[in-house]
């Protein structure tokens, strides 16, 4: 995400790297390459001319002080002008009302039906509502199907009229039907199409007019660029929406779309999807997505993952074993366990200030676990609360249940054990740097 251009935004930055002072010569050259970046990143013109010209005239106009050098004062610029362009504050939803509708509004590939399923299941899962999602699609064969699967999967009901080709009549008994389910929240997919055409703007207008909707968000794939832009526009004109989704986060996309479609339709990004699992959506933050453009991670985004993942009478339970060495592979297994909720392993690595530039051609296997996993599941409960038993016979029959190598549980077991200690001396509050050194090969502590 952004790797290109944060790549080369980070080299316009070294231009300044050496220099005394902030001056008209040096800041043109870096806003030069500035501009470069942002129109290779699929950036309007408009936008990006107009953005340089932001950052010089606050450039030229700081005060450096002799503690910060230029080129930290041209990041802090930049990076409050990228927050700026992107809307400087996340917009929350409305869903205030019972029940509240939402509309969801876009072309077909763009992601729709995917995200309704994921905003449904972020309304239950994190805002404690209880949603209905509504297959409004009458076009697409697969879209109900598909919509019922996500529904089942995040155990969301799913209103459906088979065999009816009136959206508009789908949506009012879908409303009908969610209040007398006690459903507080109505999630409408619509259907979309391969581009913007007359038939698709009256059709979805007339479902706008029909259930006066509390939100309308356009769902558009970010990987397409400008185009993203301009169908957004269209969309805007004749629905007034009022956020949009940006999906496929995760893929090759140069950013344009993100760093855009603020200042075009002047509607607020909410909502980013950044993979194909039911919980790969987060909020949109506009500062935060600036840290990650300019290398600096995303910490408080990283932590907020954690801490849903979080369980306070497990962490307790889990510094009383590490205390007392019975830290064993159930824990461990759940420990890994809890890392895969949180999000794919590159997405995570990437938050880290200074990771994305290292990681960037890497590549990053979210199924990594698996070899782990069946090593563990393939242990019986004796073995994994007590590892110590596990002799050559045993670890024989482990790799040819797990489908693995006797080396493969061998490298599993040493880890494990070299993890135990050191988790057993932070639990203790020892000395780690001399634990890490000794299990190095060749070193004693």
């Known amino acids: 995400m952004f790797e290109n251009l944060s790549e080369k935004l980070e080299r316009s930055f070294k231009l300044l790297k050496g220099q005394g002072k902030i001056t008209e010569i040096n800041v043109a050259e870096t806003l030069k390459e500035v501009r470069r970046a942002l129109l290779d990143a699929d950036v309007n013109f408009k936008i990006a001319k107009t953005f340089t010209e932001a950052v010089k005239e606050k450039a030229l106009g700081q005060d450096v002080l002799t503690a910060v050098k230029p080129q930290q004062m ?31 509004a876009g072309l077909q590939g763009s992601g729709k039906t995917t995200f309704s399923g994921k905003l449904a299941n972020l309304l239950k899962t994190k805002r404690g509502k209880k949603p209905m999602l509504v297959a409004g699609d009458v076009y697409r064969p697969a879209a109900i199907n598909q919509l019922q699967v996500l529904g089942e999967q995040i155990g969301v009901p799913v209103f459906t009229q088979e065999g009816s080709k009136n959206p508009v009549q789908i949506a009012k008994d879908a409303i009908r039907d969610a209040k007398q389910k006690g459903c507080d929240v109505v999630i409408i997919d619509t ?46 004109d004749r629905l007034d929406f009022d956020g949009v989704v940006l999906t496929k986060l995760d893929g090759d996309t140069r950013g344009g779309a993100a760093l855009s479609i603020r200042s075009v339709v002047n509607k607020p990004i909410k909502f980013v999807g950044t993979g194909e699992k039911m919980d790969a959506l987060d909020v949109f933050h506009p500062s935060r997505m600036a840290d990650r453009i300019l290398g600096m991670g995303d910490i408080v985004s990283l932590v907020e993952r954690a801490q849903e993942q979080f369980d306070a009478e497990e962490a307790r339970k889990l510094q009383k074993k590490l205390q007392k060495n019975q830290f064993d592979f159930n824990d461990f297994l759940s420990q890994i366990q809890q890392i895969k909720k ?25 199924d990594a676990f698996k070899g782990i996993e069946a090593i563990i599941f393939s242990m019986t409960p004796d073995e994994r609360a007590n590892p110590a038993i596990i002799n050559g016979s045993r670890r024989k029959r482990i790799a040819a249940g797990s489908g693995t190598s006797i080396q493969e549980v061998n490298r599993l077991l040493k880890q494990f054990e070299d993890t135990r200690k050191i988790m057993k001396m932070a639990g203790q509050g020892k000395n780690l740097t001399r634990a890490l050194a000794g299990m190095q090969p060749g070193r004693r502590p």
Not at 195 to 205: C, F, G, L, P, Y
Not at 209 to 234: C, R, W, Y
Not at 349 to 360: D, E, L, Q, R
């Open 342 to 366: 949180m999000g794919s392993l590159k997405d995570l690595a990437s938050m880290i200030p200074g990771m994305g530039k290292a990681i960037k051609d890497m590549d990053f296997d979210d």
């Open 74 to 104: 041209m990041v802090k610029i930049v990076h409050d002008e990228l927050t700026d362009l992107m809307g400087g504050v996340s917009t929350d939803i409305n869903i205030k009302a019972n029940p509240s509708i939402i509309l969801i």
């Open 191 to 236: 259907a979309g199409r391969l581009a913007v055409d007359e038939e698709m703007m009256n059709e979805i207008s007339a479902v706008k007019k029909a259930v006066d909707p509390h939100e309308i968000l356009f769902v558009v794939d970010s990987m397409t660029g400008q185009d993203a832009v301009n169908t957004a526009k269209e969309f805007n």
